[in-house]
């Protein structure tokens, strides 16, 4: 089991950034695929992006690529989400997620993880 805490979200200008950290606890941290997650008021929950369990694989949704990277330190049980060119429309309360390779369902479906934290709101004023 692994427990899971975001930081550093907050509020920031169009055109900005801002670096989301997740603190895993647990000593498997290495053992989880981890992703990134956000929900906007009054909508889904969609995926933000993914990174394999060595950190050599990413995988991201169509509407960051190229804005977004994510990343992680299995030594410090972290992972992180870079967001540079922050638009509005990613306002979102962000949340980071633990997949244990368990399930074949697809990457960027919430039932694929197993563990979730409680998020951290972004919001990027116009």
């Known amino acids: 089991q692994v427990q899971l805490v975001e930081s550093g979200g907050g509020l920031v200008q169009t055109g900005g950034s801002l670096r989301l950290s997740c603190a895993a606890s647990g000593r498997t941290f290495s053992s989880y695929a981890m992703g990134w997650f956000r929900q906007a008021v009054g909508k889904e929950r969609e995926f933000v992006a993914r990174i394999s369990r060595s950190g050599g694989g990413t995988y991201y949704a169509d509407s960051v690529k190229g804005r977004f990277t994510i990343s992680r330190d299995n030594d410090e049980n972290t992972v992180y989400l870079q967001m540079s060119n922050l638009k509005p429309e990613d306002t979102a309360v962000y949340y980071c997620?633990?997949?244990?390779?368990?399930?074949?369902?697809?990457?960027?479906?919430?039932?694929?993880?197993?563990?979730w934290g409680q998020g951290t709101q972004v919001t990027v004023s116009s």
């Open positions: 997620a633990a997949d244990p390779l368990i399930t074949s369902r697809s990457m960027t479906s919430m039932g694929k993880y197993d563990y």
